[in-house]
Each structure stands twice: as C-alpha cells, then as structure tokens.
C-alpha cells in the first residue's frame, strides 16, 4: 500500500514570496491533516480535513495560510506572504475515519520549508 | 501550555537492554495516546498505540503502559537494537464534535542505542 506522498521534498524562499505544499493521502482516508513541525519540537495540527470539509482550522494563521481539499482526496497548504517563522518542516497525514475516535494518523515525508 | 510534556530530550541505552521512554499529560480529555518514531528527514512512522479504556498495549519488542490516574504513560522497548537510534514521539488525541481531534505531540526524546 502506497503510503502518504508530499512534495516538495525542499523548499528555500525568500521572506514575503508565496509558496504552495502537495500531499496525496492514503487511498481510502477520508480524513486529512496538515502539520507544522519547527526545529526542536513536536508537530502542531494546523488544519484537519473530513473528506472536503473542515473539522478543525483553529490553529492556522489565516491572514497568511490556507489550505483546501477541493475534491476529498489531494490537500494543498499555500502560505502568502511566508515569514522568516515559517521556517519548518510541513508534515501531512491521512487516517481512515475520524470519526471512529481511535483513528491512527499516517504521516508523508514532509517539505522543509526555509525562509531567507 | 504543553499538553503533552516528555521530559528527557535524549536517553542513551545499551543494545540489548530495556530501553523506556517517559511521557506526561494534563489534559484530561486525552483518550488515545499513539508513539511515533522518526528518523531524520522521515516523517513520524507510527510505532504503537493505547486506548483510555485499557492500561497495557503490546507489539513485538514494544510494550506501551498507560496510567490515567498519574496522567503518564511509557513506551518500552526491550530487547533494544541499533536500529531502534531514532526520535520518539508521545502523541495524544481527545474527542470531540463527533471525532477524534487532531494529535498533540511532545517535543520528543532521541533514542541512541549503544553497541
């Protein structure tokens, strides 16, 4: 089974430029999350899909960030205009349904982000 | 606030040995704890998880320990093997609106296994 694919694997950018992260999901997974992983610490939820809808956006900085789902399936992350603090890796993971409550999270490979 | 708290951010065993990773909670309405592992430039390869109801999860090598009443659960690794050097993280999830939310994670513990 193909696991969770993100790309770009590396992106260097310099600060107020715009940049825009892929990730394809386990086939099937109707759930889909995105994550901020900054050096030194653990990932934090960003944004957290259910098939095209939102559960929970609470924690994404929407004067900067957004993402979509547009069909259920590919997620893409943009940030406009991106902040040296962006500087991260941007982890996506699927899961089935979350809706089962024990549901566990599948992670891709993630894109380093780096922000001159 | 950290929700999720491991304590010691690095931990060096010898190979063969038991090695255990400590994690803390305080929100108490986590109700499934997962361990991830990660190698450099991976993402988190889930290892093992843990329902509230229970107070013990095994697989293999790995055994992950659970007290609600302390707020703490633990993930042993025994006999541990080089391969097993990686970082280790603690995740939590609650439930709400229907679902399980998105995990909380703490800051991870690097794992040196030495031969």
């Known amino acids: 089974e193909a696991g969770v694919a993100q790309s770009p694997r590396y992106k260097i950018i310099e600060k107020r430029q715009s940049v825009a992260f892929w990730c394809n999901p386990i086939s099937g997974h109707a759930t889909l999350y995105w994550y901020q992983q900054i050096l030194g610490q653990g990932p934090k939820l960003l944004i957290q899909f259910q098939n095209n809808g939102v559960v929970d956006d609470s924690q994404l900085p929407k004067d900067r960030f957004s993402a979509e789902r547009l069909k259920g399936v590919d997620s893409t992350l943009k940030i406009q205009p991106a902040k040296l603090e962006d500087s991260a890796v941007y982890l996506c993971a699927s899961s089935l349904d979350w809706a089962s409550g024990t549901d566990t999270q599948y992670f891709g490979p993630g894109t380093r982000l780096t922000v001159l | 606030d950290q929700q999720v708290k491991q304590n010691s951010p690095s931990l060096s065993v010898q190979e063969g040995r038991i090695s255990i990773l400590n994690c803390d909670y305080t929100?108490?309405?986590?109700?499934?704890f997962l361990w991830y592992k990660k190698y450099p430039a991976e993402g988190p390869t889930f290892l093992i998880s843990i329902s509230s109801i229970k107070d013990k999860n095994e697989d293999g090598r790995f055994t992950v320990f659970l007290n609600k009443s302390a707020k703490h659960l633990s993930l042993h690794i025994v006999p541990s093997q080089p391969g097993d050097s990686a970082v280790y993280f603690c995740?939590?999830?609650?439930?709400?609106?229907?679902?399980?939310?998105?995990?909380?994670f703490g800051k991870g513990t690097h794992l040196i296994i030495q031969p």
């Open positions: 995740a939590a999830s609650a439930q709400s609106g229907g679902g399980a939310d998105g995990l909380t």
């Open positions: 929100n108490s309405m986590f109700d499934y």
